[in-house]
């Protein structure tokens, strides 16, 4: 178990699918009562319960409560509607997961505004506007609280034909440190875990191909993909007692990308 969880209140923005599924089966797994929100897709989300209801046979002992809540992250009045609805029902929320997110690929000079615009709404946006709901509702019940951002690998490295993704992570790196060092001592901690490249349903086109698998690997010191599980392990710890002493940090969890991986052999004079 990973303690000073069970029993506490955790909502999951973008928990319908990938990584943000996992999430939340991994908080009810360790006794968390979660609250799911999805964008749009019924269907996705429904299966997510699904599994959720399989994990609780696991984990009855806990006792539950699930939520599943429909909601667009970049529009205020969704968040508003979001946060009113899980207090409601819950009284209170102990954790907030800022898991939504997408990605556009094209060409940074042929991409429209429209289309960066809406990356950012939603990835950085979004995640500010719930992390000021929840950060408003721990003020007004004097209550600790933590905050984790799935940020990705790219809040550092570039990537090419991903412009709008990559400033995107990079605004919420600086919304991490900026917050966490703003309420560090009112109680609320705010971190991010930063993926490296993972096995989810989003990347499909890579882990379906054998070779642009093997291509993608090869960047990555420790030679392998990396699971949604590992992923949500580092968010359960992160919210967990265990790391009572931990914020503004960027947990990376990326098998060694972020270290450079074409410098592994020596290119500069000695």
Request: glycine share 8%; net charge negative; aromatic share 8%.
């Amino acid at each position: 178990m990973m303690k000073g969880i069970a029993g506490k209140k955790v909502l999951i923005t973008g928990g319908s699918s990938g990584i943000g599924q996992q999430i939340a089966i991994k908080f009810a797994e360790y006794g968390a009562d979660v609250a799911i929100n999805y964008y749009r897709d019924l269907e996705e989300a429904e299966a997510t319960e699904d599994a959720l209801t399989w994990c609780r046979a696991r984990v009855a002992r806990f006792g539950h409560k699930d939520l599943l809540i429909q909601a667009d992250v970049s529009k205020k009045e969704d968040v508003d509607r979001m946060f009113d609805t899980v207090i409601h029902e819950w009284g209170t929320i102990d954790y907030l997961i800022n898991n939504a997110g997408i990605q556009i690929a094209a060409d940074s000079h042929e991409l429209t505004v429209e289309r960066f615009t809406r990356v950012i709404n939603t990835n950085t946006i979004g995640a500010f506007l719930c992390a000021q709901r929840a950060i408003q509702h721990w003020l007004e019940q004097d209550k600790a609280g933590s905050i984790i951002n799935i940020s990705s690998v790219h809040q550092i490295i570039p990537k090419p034909r991903f412009v709008a993704y990559s400033v995107s992570k990079g605004g919420m790196q600086n919304l991490t440190a900026t917050l966490a060092l703003e309420y560090a001592g009112r109680k609320i901690r705010v971190n991010a875990v930063g993926p490296g490249a993972t096995v989810t349903p989003i990347n499909r086109a890579w882990i379906d191909d054998p070779e642009k698998r093997a291509q993608v690997e090869s960047h990555i010191p420790m030679g392998r993909a990396g699971e949604s599980e590992e992923i949500a392990e580092a968010v359960a710890f992160l919210c967990s007692d265990y790391a009572l002493y931990i914020t503004g940090q960027t947990l990376y969890v990326d098998g060694g990308l972020t270290l450079y991986p074409d410098f592994r052999v020596s290119w500069s004079s000695e």
